[in-house]
């Protein structure tokens, strides 16, 4: 199949040679109220723009219910985009179906899922959760064990005669994440999505897990997309950054420019809740947004962070902001800027 | 004025591998209007801590031993009936951890949080009253009372399990990781509301949080804490300006900061087992300076360190249990 490159044009930031594009990509959830009423739409992901590259990390930031996940996931197609391009390695896979996947695209892709208590199935060994992936993707079985054993030295759980054999229930929270990464980079993916990989652990395990991280993605080369709600956890190996809100891309740009210098409002809140170790802290509120994210079934009209904005004039709830460049490389949608 | 008092307290639990020192020599005094933040990992012990104040721990304990005195009183050991009808959740009220999860689906919020009034005879239409007032306090609408937890988000139950727990009007508030399941903007919006309920109300907090940095959100101390003791506690200027103890400063070096730049370092090795803990101080097989420095063999691997002031200190003493500072 002839390489596919989309006309991008009305979305600066995204660079159409990458290995992960997506375009205009839209994942509307239906529910359905009764037997015979009108579906609803829960705009999961409305629109969004962006592009991972090859040795690239992509943060994505953004609230619970801000459509990070659900991105996460349709961009290796878990779901099935409602609208949109979607461009891996220059084929279109927004539309095929999945036996068409499996015969290319599955293993080159791959996640690591939030909690690594329910992502690992309680009665399969280690070494088989290690080995299953193989055995799908017909990897020869004098080759397996092998390659299990190097995935488990790669994570650090050595020796890995010791863990081959053990089960989920016998492995700590950080161990446990270590395992899911193994999983994850054991068909040596072009592309790994990390959704949450830390925050149900401890803040001590934290910094193992991404060090570990860090060196998966500086071995493989691989595209990354590292989705949280913190941005601090980011800081250590993104190069750029994404934050949506209420299903929309925000702010898109250099990772350090970003965080050192917010342009949309909601970025500045998101930055500002973030704590810093220093005890002055107690002696002042912060300054963040208040209130919650919308409903995505009904999201507000114009800007859908007005309501929470403390800079909301008249036009930010009629007309929807497009995305503008504020500096070179960042872009933001927010009528502060037009 | 001194409002807790807890000294040399143990909790020990009887499990089928043998017996559990979940608590082992606890020991520190909180003044009335201190907000002392408890740190540690993950079987450190601090939610016990929170489970042996107000008496609420698992069947399966084996020894409960020490003093708490609550206001120059003995509580731990007082009659059960007593303590429940004097103190717990009328002095000393507990929002423990992933509380927000426990609320009953079924029921409405006001009634789940009338209950506790209504059984110990307070008038129906007087303690919806109490329950309206408190939402309003927490920054939620008093209609809330009518609604199921199903309707509401994750901040807003966290906000209706601290309205349940100031109800009373308590002196004492111990939160549990109050914050541990919500992404970091609705954090901050409860942070920002516990501090001004502990301006208003005056309240007394301990804070448990396996974060350092948002220990520092709230606390005028910090108590950390590893394999069921303290290992160190000082007021906040000393704890982040000088950590002493070496798990202390590994914990500090292993936050990631947003504004600084720093690299980050990580404690190798896990938290020990609570049944079999390492001879001698129970850091000593993860401390970088036991395995650096050659002196400390036989001592840090053989004796308990107790805990040894660091002067000068600000605020409170800072005291810490290790060798290094004999």
């Not at chain 1, 193989?134 to 299990?148: A, D, N, Q, S, T």
């Not at chain 1, 072009?190 to 071995?219: C, G, H, N, W, Y």
């Not at chain 1, 107690?282 to 507000?300: I, W």
């Not at chain 1, 403390?310 to 929807?320: G, H, I, N, Q, V």
């Amino acid at each position: 199949m002839a390489a596919k490159m989309l006309d991008v044009s009305d979305a600066p930031w995204v660079r159409a040679d990458s290995l992960v594009v997506a375009h205009r990509l839209r994942l509307w959830y239906s529910v359905k109220r009764g037997l015979f009423s009108k579906p609803i739409y829960v705009k999961a992901v409305d629109g969004v723009s962006l592009s991972v590259a090859r040795g690239e990390t992509l943060a994505v930031v953004g609230e619970s219910g801000s459509g990070k996940t659900t991105l996460g996931r349709t961009l290796i197609r878990l779901l099935r985009p409602t609208g949109g391009d979607l461009i891996f390695d220059g084929r279109d896979v927004a539309s095929s179906d999945e036996s068409e996947l499996r015969k290319w695209f599955r293993r080159r892709v791959s996640i690591v899922f939030q909690d690594p208590y329910s992502s690992l199935h309680p009665y399969h060994s280690i070494g088989f959760i290690l080995e299953e992936p193989l055995i799908i993707h017909g990897v020869p079985k004098g080759e397996r064990m092998e390659r299990v054993y190097k995935a488990l030295e790669e994570v650090k759980l050595t020796p890995p005669e010791d863990f081959v054999n053990k089960y989920p229930h016998m492995l700590s929270g950080g161990q446990r994440q270590r395992v899911a990464i193994a999983r994850a980079t054991i068909l040596n993916p072009d592309f790994i999505v990390a959704d949450e990989p830390v925050s149900m652990l401890d803040v001590s395990v934290r910094v193992e897990i991404l060090t570990l991280l860090k060196e998966v993605q500086k071995r493989y080369n691989a595209a990354f997309l590292y989705i949280t709600h913190d941005i601090s956890t980011a800081k250590y190996f993104s190069d750029n950054i994404a934050i949506m809100y209420a299903g929309k891309l925000v702010e898109y740009g250099p990772f350090r420019s970003v965080v050192k210098e917010p342009a949309h409002p909601y970025t500045q809140a998101l930055i500002e809740a973030i704590p810093d170790p220093d005890p002055k802290n107690r002696l002042r509120p912060r300054k963040v947004a208040p209130g919650e994210p919308p409903n995505l079934a009904n999201p507000p009209s114009g800007c859908r962070f007005h309501p929470r904005c403390p800079f909301a004039m008249d036009k930010c709830r009629r007309e929807e902001p497009p995305m503008v460049e504020v500096r070179p490389g960042v872009y933001t949608a927010c009528w502060l800027y037009k | 004025m001194v409002l807790l008092d807890v000294r040399n307290l143990r909790l020990y639990y009887q499990t089928t591998k043998g017996i559990l020192k979940a608590l082992d020599g606890v020991s520190f005094e909180l003044e009335e209007g201190e907000t002392l933040a408890v740190v540690g990992e993950t079987g450190s012990g601090k939610s016990t801590l929170a489970k042996a104040i107000t008496r609420v721990w698992e069947r399966n304990v084996s020894l409960v031993d020490g003093e708490i005195y609550f206001e120059g009183e003995e509580v731990l050991h007082m009659p059960e009936d007593r303590f429940r009808r004097e103190i717990r959740w009328r002095k000393i009220a507990m929002v423990p951890q992933a509380s927000m999860n426990a609320l009953n689906p079924v029921i409405t919020i006001g009634e789940q949080m009338i209950e506790p009034l209504v059984l110990s005879g307070v008038p129906k239409g007087e303690a919806l009253r109490l329950a309206q007032d408190s939402l309003e306090s927490v920054g939620l609408p008093r209609d809330v009372v009518a609604r199921y937890p199903h309707q509401l988000s994750g901040g807003m139950k966290q906000r209706v399990v601290i309205a349940m727990a100031i109800m009373t009007r308590p002196k004492l508030l111990i939160l549990d990781e109050p914050t541990s399941a919500l992404d970091v903007m609705t954090q901050a919006n409860i942070m920002n509301l516990l501090k001004e309920l502990k301006a208003r109300l005056k309240l007394t907090y301990i804070f448990i949080t396996h974060d350092l940095a948002l220990a520092s959100e709230l606390a005028d101390s910090v108590a950390v804490m590893y394999a069921g003791k303290l290992a160190e506690i000082g007021s906040s200027e000393d704890m982040y300006g000088a950590p002493a103890h070496p798990y202390t400063q590994g914990l500090m070096a292993s936050m990631p900061t947003l504004r600084t730049d720093k690299q980050l370092a990580y404690i190798p090795g896990e938290v020990p087992s609570l049944i079999d803990p390492p001879r001698g101080c129970r850091f000593h097989p993860r401390c970088p300076y036991f395995a650096k420095d050659k002196a400390l063999k036989g001592l840090c691997d053989d004796m308990e360190p107790p805990a040894f002031e660091l002067k000068p200190w600000t605020g409170r003493r800072h005291l810490a249990a290790c060798w290094l500072y004999k």
